[in-house]
């Protein structure tokens, strides 16, 4: 977006940001707000700011955030959150570092709770709030401190001019008000001095006292932007929105120089923002500039030589608007743009990093914005008009690549035209038009329409707009509004009119009701194709691997103080549940599923941990190590301290949930790979319980010490805690130390266990025995290719051996063995069952009936891998559930598995096995263990990272792989849950 297209918005919001009824809240909001975070802005970078050493880079962005970079390689340092609103509350258009790098000013739409418009201070050591400038009565547009540190000009929208702030104080030393447009430009010279643009034409100079000296009308054009004094101050160049022009003038009374040679800057371009090289040999200057390069259109920088005089070259540098540039000791620059981009440039032209947006970029594709006739599966693009087309199912919880459409799904792109019903003028325009008649939007601001879908009975449409989604009838009378997190750049409504779908500028796709407008699902897929999260307005979520950390809840805390940042990962207990999720695009009631929202969790924010040792190495073992969890408001609940990853003590267990007299008790599936329709009505909660984690209360602050079993060379111990209703986790504090003790041999222990004669035979399996006993044969063999065999211990138990009393002693009686840094493997073939929110194994003593005398449930495999100090355990489930009867059951499955998988720190494998009867056998073994058994027999194409050693995690992905090939060909798909919580390690050496 051009930056004059912008300053048109935002003098309109201005208008309405800052009437005196918004003056009368006196706080920013307390409830949390959803916001993406992707390690990179997601919105515009307004400016860019480097301190006096170009240590750090700043960066401010209309997404909300400051973003502190080292300006070396472009790493992300830390994530800066002022407190912020709904809305454009927050959006921030200005930063400048102080010249030692140790503060940073920001300001924008900022600050109005009773106070008028703020400029933020904070510690870019530490991210906090330091101090807010209060009572400005107008959005800031460009802060910049003086060279020595001494000042601070902050420049404002309107005609209320310049703040200059004294930095010992931040009391204000000079200010002028006689400005007639909002201020874009400002730089110090070396001692001092002022120099200032503004829309009001005018170029003003000031001393170093901030007496006005020279006021002249900008030569070049009427918008002068950027304004940079030469780093002798001798010189002052300036750029303009409105031109293409660059000028130079005397750094002393603003007397005209020369023009830079701007030939070859497209006509309605400009190059608004210019720099002087650090050491004042050249000028540079980039703005709005597109040129093609390789089919793709980049906006350019063009320096000059001899201080501007002299030749220029242009070199390629972000595809949108740049709108910041600033000086790069040893040559060069840096560049900030709208897309959002931002980089570093060596004198040549030669890039040194670039940092782009990581989300997808709908715009110019409505047509490739297709659904099927249900909504459940979307076709969209990562790129820019189209490119890297990708598939997403919504029931199928999966993501896909290309251009073909996955199993033949007919998709619709949307309806633009119908009979009777025509609407026009609606892409990129404030005034659609219905049957040749305006229609009516934003009155006092005027809203640009974007997008457009019709639906499928031709009696309603839907247009996209900057800040709303509207649902028109035939008439153009408005049914419902809808708010918007950005711009809709595409629209679309499924062909049974259930839904409504939006891709928008913050790079998610949003379903709505189309009955009222009202949110129902949010999709975010990462540009890395990757990564994706969908969620509910409830907060209940399904992730792919990584995705969980894609979004979370900005949490404002008062005025004066820095918010916080919550990703949806630290609430993953209690809220990642792919099944609501899939429940709630059903349309059916999850009332009876849900005990609380992530709003109310959020309520009582998690405490902080730390360790109170703190040590670097040791040559002891076990060592006594202490850790402290405070309470920010929200209580201690649970807290769990993990070994190489690997839970070693937690106070914290899931509650059974009670069981419905309503629901069925008997496991009526034959199939070993799956459970009938009554099993599934019986994991509904009928009853809701305050917490779901019951743990002991610890008040305020919790104090505890562990003594913790080292291992030889580098540990690493981690400390988590949770809120008093042990629903949001605090971050992980992570201590790092090399113990220098013994070296003791690793051992591997596996427990082996498979039924497939029941007390009750009509229970009855076929492969369960067969695939314990094959995994036990292959598995010890392999094994041997690492340890030697006295140090491979395995026990294999079934049928009448596989009693719930005799396998819980088994995993007692291992527990008193294995030493942490032993290896732990169990596998299990047999049946399984989901109960009331909570998954059990059914043991050989099931006589028809479900009770506790015949199941092992999910907590006791907490409690008993708890016990089993091994830091590496694999635990392979080969049972059935529901998967592929009932993506909502099976979803349920997938979280109650996860949760184990990452509060534990294991690795899990699950066949997530189905109701085909072909899925019960494959070449003589259940078709996940079959292929199991493949990649545990000398498999190179199992080994993905070529060291010729097969590890867990790569076991588990060329299982998973390998069986949903299989059972695609076969008409039908079987997902295996593959979840890695902990470290990985190798299972087995290839041999020739």
Not at 165 to 188: M, P
Not at 476 to 501: H, M, Q, Y
Not at 586 to 613: M, S, W, Y
Request: with cysteine.
């Amino acid at each position: 977006m051009k930056r004059e297209s912008l300053r048109i918005i935002l003098c309109l919001l201005l208008f309405v940001l800052f009437l005196p009824g918004a003056l009368l809240a006196g706080e920013p909001p307390k409830e949390p707000i959803l916001r993406i975070e992707t390690g990179m802005h997601t919105a515009g970078i307004r400016r860019i700011s480097v301190d006096r050493e170009n240590r750090l880079i700043a960066t401010a962005s209309e997404d909300k955030t400051v973003r502190i970079w080292d300006a070396g390689t472009g790493a992300l340092i830390r994530i800066i959150r002022p407190p912020i609103g709904d809305v454009d509350e927050g959006k921030l258009f200005a930063v400048a570092l102080s010249p030692d790098g140790k503060t940073v000013a920001a300001g924008g739409l900022t600050g109005d709770w009773g106070d008028g418009a703020v400029i933020y201070l904070f510690d870019t050591g530490t991210g906090a709030l330091l101090r807010r400038l209060r009572g400005l009565p107008y959005v800031t547009y460009h802060l910049v401190f003086s060279r020595d540190g001494l000042h601070l000009a902050a420049c404002l929208g309107g005609a209320d001019g310049i703040r200059i702030y004294r930095t010992s104080d931040f009391t204000i030393s000079a200010l002028d008000k006689d400005y007639g447009g909002n201020i874009y430009g400002a730089d110090f010279d070396d001692v001092g001095g002022l120099v200032t643009t503004s829309d009001d034409g005018y170029l003003r100079r000031y001393d170093t006292r901030f007496r006005l000296i020279a006021k002249e009308k900008a030569p070049g054009g009427k918008e002068p932007s950027s304004v940079r004094f030469s780093p002798d101050g001798q010189e002052i160049a300036v750029g303009f929105d409105d031109t293409t022009a660059v000028n130079i003038l005397s750094g002393k009374d603003l007397a005209f120089r020369f023009a830079a040679e701007t030939k070859g800057v497209v006509g309605n371009g400009n190059l608004g923002s210019v720099t002087w090289s650090a050491d004042g040999l050249r000028l540079y200057a980039g703005g709005s500039n597109p040129q093609g390069i390789d089919g793709m259109e980049k906006n350019y920088i063009r320096a000059w030589s001899d201080k501007g005089r002299g030749g220029y070259i242009d070199f390629p540098a972000a595809s949108n608007t740049i709108m910041d540039l600033q000086p790069r000791k040893g040559g060069g620059v840096f560049f900030g743009a709208q897309d959002p981009d931002f980089g570093a440039i060596d004198d040549q032209g030669k890039t040194i990093y670039f940092r782009s947006p990581v989300i997808a970029d709908y715009r110019n594709n409505q047509e490739g914005f297709q659904i099927s006739p249900d909504g459940a599966v979307i076709r969209f693009a990562y790129e820019l008009h189209g490119k890297s087309p990708a598939f997403f199912s919504l029931t199928e919880r999966r993501l896909t690549t290309g251009t073909s459409v996955p199993g033949g799904i007919n998709l619709a792109a949307p309806r633009t035209a119908a009979a009777g019903l025509t609407v026009t003028d609606w892409f990129d325009t404030t005034a659609p038009k219905l049957n040749g008649a305006p229609l009516k939007l934003n009155q006092d601001q005027p809203e640009m329409s974007c997008s457009l879908a019709i639906a499928p009975d031709g009696q309603t449409f839907l247009l996209g707009a900057s800040w709303s989604l509207r649902l028109f009838n035939a008439r153009g009378g408005e049914i419902w509004k809808a708010p918007v997190p950005e711009t809709a750049w595409a629209v679309n409504i499924s062909t049974d009119n259930r839904f409504a779908l939006a891709a928008f500028g913050d790079g998610t796709i949003r379903w709505y009701n189309m009955k009222d407008g009202r949110e129902v699902l949010s999709f975010f897929p990462h540009k890395d194709q990757k990564r994706w999260v969908l969620w509910t307005p409830e907060g209940f979520f399904d992730n792919s691997e990584g995705g969980a950390g894609l979004v979370g809840y900005h949490l404002n805390q008062g005025k004066d103080k820095e918010a916080t940042f919550i990703p949806m990962e630290n609430l993953y207990d209690v809220f990642y549940r792919p099944d609501i999720v899939a429940t709630k695009f059903k349309g059916e009631d999850i009332t009876p599923l849900i005990t609380l929202t992530a709003i109310e969790a959020l309520k009582n924010p998690p405490p902080v941990a730390e360790f109170t040792t703190k040590m670097t190495g040791t040559d002891k073992t076990p060592v006594k190590v202490c850790y402290r969890v405070s309470s920010r408001g929200g209580g201690v609940g649970e807290v769990r301290l993990f070994h190489n990853a690997k839970l070693i003590k937690s106070d914290g267990h899931y509650r059974e949930y009670v069981r419905s007299k309503e629901a069925p008790m008997q496991l009526a599936a034959l199939s070993s790979r799956a459970i009938q329709a009554d099993q599934k009505r019986s994991i509904q909660v009928r009853y809701k319980e305050k917490s779901i984690i019951a743990s002991a209360a610890k008040g305020e602050v919790y104090e505890d010490c562990t003594d913790v079993e080292a291992i030889a060379g580098e540990n690493e111990l981690s400390v988590a805690a949770f809120n008093k209703d042990n629903t949001v986790q605090g971050f992980l504090e992570t201590m790092t130390f090399n113990a220098n003790v013994a070296s003791v041999e690793p051992r591997v222990y596996v427990l082996i266990a498979g039924i497939d004669r029941y007390q009750d035979k009509s229970a009855k399996l076929n492969y369960a025995v067969k695939d314990a006993k094959d995994i036990h044969k292959r598995i010890s063999g392999q094994l041997a290719t690492l340890f030697k065999k006295n140090q491979i211990h395995t026990v294999i138990l079934t049928n009448e051996q596989v009693t719930r009393n005799k396998l819980l002693s088994t995993l007692d009686r291992l527990a008193k063995d294995i030493r942490p840094g032993d290896y732990f493997i169990l596998f299990t073939a047999g049946h399984g069952v989901l109960i009331q929110n909570q998954y059990y194994l059914l043991t050989q003593d099931y006589r028809g009936d479900l009770d506790a005398y015949c199941m092992i449930g999910s907590n006791e495999i907490v409690e008993a891998t708890k016990k089993i100090k091994s830091l590496n355990q694999l635990l392979i489930f080969d049972t059935c559930h529901a998967g592929g009867m009932d993506n909502i059951v099976s979803g349920l499955y997938d979280a109650r598995m996860a949760v184990i998988a990452k509060k534990m720190g294991l690795h899990i494998y699950a066949s997530a096995s189905s109701l085909e009867e072909a899925m019960d056998g494959y070449k003589g073994n259940g078709l996940f263990t079959y292929h199991l058994l493949k990649g545990l027999n000398n498999n190179r194409a199992a080994d993905t990272n070529r060291d010729a050693r097969v590890s867990i995690v790569e076991l588990g992905a060329y299982t998973k792989e390998q069986t949903i090939d299989v059972s695609c060909k076969a008409g039908y798909r079987q997902t295996p849950l593959i979840i890695n919580f902990g470290k990985d390690s190798p299972l087995y050496r290839l041999h020739n």
